[in-house]
């Protein structure tokens, strides 16, 4: 099992910036992906991003690309720096590992406790 926990989270403005930290913890040797998604209430957990292992491979939602980066400094430690942040990015965002790279959080075996994200319009 993976230990997983995310900070960095918090109230930010609008068009301005965070940067979202996630440092694991176990059997990390069985991970080969890492990514994380955000849930609002009442809706299901989407994805955000994703990256592979020694980070050769990464995937975006189309509603962040080019605003997120998805990135890791020693595979046990993944960050995600959010810019030009909109309101429609508040939520609580999950780090999450898993043995498979892909978007479908059903790859994605551990999960941390999730950090809030909320962007004031």
């Known amino acids: 099992q993976v230990q997983l926990v995310e900070s960095g989270g918090g109230l930010v403005q609008a068009g301005g910036s965070l940067r979202l930290s996630c440092t694991t913890s176990?059997?990390?040797?069985?991970?080969?992906?890492m990514g994380w998604f955000r849930q609002v209430p009442g809706k299901e957990r989407e994805f955000v991003a994703a990256i592979g292992w020694g980070g050769r491979n990464t995937a975006y939602a189309d509603s962040v690309k080019g605003r997120f980066t998805i990135s890791t400094d020693n595979a046990k430690t993944v960050y995600l720096q959010m810019n030009s942040l909109k309101s429609e990015d508040t939520a609580v965002y999950y780090c999450?590992?898993?043995?498979?790279?892909?978007?479908?959080?059903?790859?994605?075996?551990?999960w941390g406790q999730g950090t809030q994200v909320s962007v004031s319009a």
């Open positions: 999450a590992t898993g043995r498979v790279f892909g978007i479908d959080a059903r790859l994605f075996d551990s």
């Open positions: 176990g059997r990390t040797f069985s991970m080969l992906a």
